[in-house]
């Protein structure tokens, strides 16, 4: 039998999602979309170029969950997007109904499934699909730190001008403004980039990576990043739907792990066919950890405002 992996939300992210999921012959896709025609659009439209792409997964569009039925996997990226000049924490209100409505009706079509999230804000979105799903805290994960890393190891890769492929990058905390990359173990074929650049140039790649995604919201003006953000969140559905246990930067709920309780926050986690496998400890400096306390308490800070709201 197929996998099967729905895509909640016919958005830019969530179009490309399935685009990068069918090209890549990892499952049969279901997009679903609260517009009527526009689910079914982009579906036709992905199913006519697979003659071109030569691959064979089926891709259907609808507005009725009931096609969702029996998913392996949900990626979740219903939700209205950045504009400029708001934050990540303006989307909190409306996006958190638009999550807890999504998770009832996926939880219901396929209570076996791994939801991957990728609605802003992250991490908050994050507690209201685990709250609602009543999932293991193992088959709800965040799209964060592989987003994060990937941008950070594409700015490496710029400023010492080498194959990004030889770059290798951490970042863990909160999907946002209060990341934390990591710059000693972040790599360039195998070398710390502490050892190839100066303070002042971490500081600054740091700096655009923390940035990354209102920088290109600013350049964008009337949306927000999606080919980047589709291509992390399918490399965590490939990881799972392969059972490869492959170690990436994810939200995950933490139960004493950094110090945290019943908080999602980004750190490397190992992900196979059961979902986050293992969550991986790692040595953090005064420094750092510091950095990470700062990071969730704003993850904490989002999640009561949550909670306030009912949400």
């Known amino acids: 039998m197929k996998n099967k992996v729905t895509v909640v939300g016919a958005g830019n992210v969530g179009a490309t999602v399935a685009q990068r999921i069918a090209e890549k012959e ?6 679903i979309d609260i517009v009527d025609g526009l689910p079914q659009g982009k579906a036709l439209d992905l199913t006519e170029a697979a003659p071109v792409e030569k691959h064979d997964a089926r891709i259907i569009g609808t507005n009725r969950y009931e096609d969702s039925a029996g998913s392996d996997i949900v990626i979740i990226t219903a939700g209205i997007p950045r504009k400029p000049g708001m934050s990540r924490d303006d989307l909190i209100s409306t996006n958190a ?4 409505n999504v998770t009832e009706q996926v939880a219901k079509q396929s209570p076996d499934a791994i939801l991957i999230i ?5 991490d908050a979105m994050c507690h209201v699909a685990y709250d609602t799903s009543g999932f293991s805290k193992t088959k709800v994960v965040g799209m964060a730190g592989v987003l994060d890393s990937a941008r950070f190891r594409a700015f490496i ?5 080498v194959s990004v492929e030889n770059t290798h990058a ?3 905390g909160g999907h946002g403004d209060t990341m934390v990359p990591l710059p000693r173990y972040s790599t360039v074929a195998g070398i ?6 100066t303070r002042d140039r971490i500081d600054a790649l740091i700096e655009r990576t923390a940035k990354g995604g209102a920088e290109i919201v600013s350049l964008l003006k009337t949306g927000s990043a999606y080919y980047a953000p589709s291509a992390a969140a399918v490399e965590m559905a490939e990881a799972i739907l392969k059972d490869k246990k492959k170690i990436l930067p994810c ?10 309780n019943d908080l999602f926050i980004g750190v490397p986690v190992k992900l196979g066919t059961n979902g986050v496998e293992e969550i991986i400890e790692i040595n953090l400096t005064d420094d750092e950890k510091a950095a990470l306390q700062k ?10 405002k949550i909670r306030e709201l009912g949400a």
């Open 251 to 260: 939200a995950a709920y933490l139960e004493g792990e950094y110090g945290f």
């Open 157 to 161: 890769a710029m400023e010492l001008n």
């Open 97 to 100: 109904g638009i999550m807890k």
């Open 192 to 197: 710390p980039i502490t050892e190839l650049l």
């Open 26 to 31: 990892l499952a049969d896709v279901v997009v």
């Open 170 to 172: 951490f970042v863990l």
């Open 118 to 122: 990728v609605s802003n804000p992250l």
């Open 295 to 304: 990071s969730a308490t704003a993850v904490q800070e989002l999640k009561d």
